[in-house]
């Protein structure tokens, strides 16, 4: 299983280029595939839709049980919210007996809050909580009940999958829930397709980020009390959480 | 600022390997200038001790104003927990008006947690929080009351920083407030040292776990109530956190 990290080749670790450049057969969704860049002679790529996890998981089992090379493919870190669960998952859970002598290692790569924070200087430098909005896998009020707690607690908020043409309304409610800690004030990092060609990242406030202009390949980083952003004379916004934390 | 990432040159991105390769001046804890490699012809190296942050960010930033070069590096990824918080607030809270012309940049990394979880399968695959154990820069009520909050709201814990020679009861009465609301079946990740010579990985329980053993160099990753662990017929265990969640 392995990361490719955020959008650009440049973030792409040599473990998963290697990885990559060995692989008989490339599975994950199409997206990603294609971000692998062009094949090598005689590696055969299988694209498939997106929430499909288990059963690409359950494929590339198969194939590599078949004496394949297989890489599974995930943008970012594949241990976060990605693929790596779904194949030790699927392992475990509903184990085929033909895949007992399947080698699977997972190359970690750089995930997107990480590359977002990058961008903009450093909304992570202090705790913090990594978070899917998504409720398509956890129940809504499991997902308020964690943004309740972890802004309470002050954790900055990273937050992933923040909405999608499924899912109009969530993000509104999370930032009302995070508002009932938060100072309109707090910076807020909307980081859209880091490294790609459609990169757009901006420090905004709580108070002023409309939900509408969020899409799905956005990334947001909402700071606790104590993150700082400022102007560095150029025009160009930074943001930062101290690594002391004084009240 | 460049993330070196988890040692090992395996997992350094391309983008830190062309800024070390380019820069005039190596600037960082003296265990991590020693792990950028031989500096290349020219290249001056500023190692310093820990807990030099902020006199090192002036330092670099000093270097960058007079017209050099220069790499501040750190280990993981430099926007957590590391040094790219300390030269994006240096600028903003003291700044030296001769800095105004300086071009900064953060490349980001493979963070500790992200290489950690690759090890041993997936355990932040849902969910998560990242705190530091240190009170040094944060009262140690506060670490107290985050760690109280992201285990009462079901989060996976990836604890850095777990303890020091200067912090040796920290540990033990952080696993305490976690026990309050998790199992002592609940697997723990422990992981030293990921990527170097002496790497080891191993999944205990939350009540099996002691914390004598933890040095400074090791994270841990505490599981929230769905992380499961399991061996793969081979004597390998592995830990995995489902991307869904079903109480």
Not at 88 to 99: C, F, L, N, T, Y
Not at 174 to 185: D, N, Q, T, Y
Not at 191 to 209: H, I, M, N, P
């Amino acid at each position: 299983v392995v990361g490719l990290g955020p959008a650009g080749d440049e973030w792409r670790t040599p473990a998963a280029s290697a990885r990559l450049a060995e692989a008989t057969d490339v599975v994950g969704y199409q997206r990603y595939v294609d971000a692998v860049g062009p094949p090598r002679p005689g590696q055969v790529r299988h694209p498939s839709d997106n929430r499909q996890e288990a059963a690409r998981a359950r494929q590339a089992l198969d194939l590599a049980a078949s004496g394949r090379d297989v890489a599974v493919v995930s943008s970012g870190d594949p241990g976060v919210f990605a693929m790596a669960t779904a194949v030790v998952e699927e392992r475990h859970r509903r184990p085929d007996p033909a895949w007992e002598g399947v080698d699977l290692e997972v190359i970690p790569g750089v995930t997107a809050a990480s590359a977002a924070a990058a961008r903009i200087g450093a909304p992570l430098g202090h705790d913090f909580c990594t978070i899917s909005l998504s409720d398509v896998l956890k129940p809504w009020s499991v997902v308020e009940r964690r943004l309740d707690a972890a802004a309470g607690a002050d954790f900055v908020l990273a937050l992933y999958n923040p909405t999608s043409s499924q899912r109009p309304w969530q993000l509104a409610q999370a930032l009302e829930v995070i508002g009932r800690h938060r100072s309109e004030h707090t910076p807020v990092v909307v980081a859209r397709a880091v490294g790609s060609d459609e990169e757009a990242v901006a420090v905004v406030t709580l108070g002023s980020l409309d939900p509408g202009t969020i899409d799905m390949r956005t990334v947001l980083v909402v700071g606790s009390s104590t993150t700082e952003a400022y102007d560095d004379g150029t025009g160009r916004r930074w943001a930062y959480t101290p690594r002391s934390y004084e009240r």
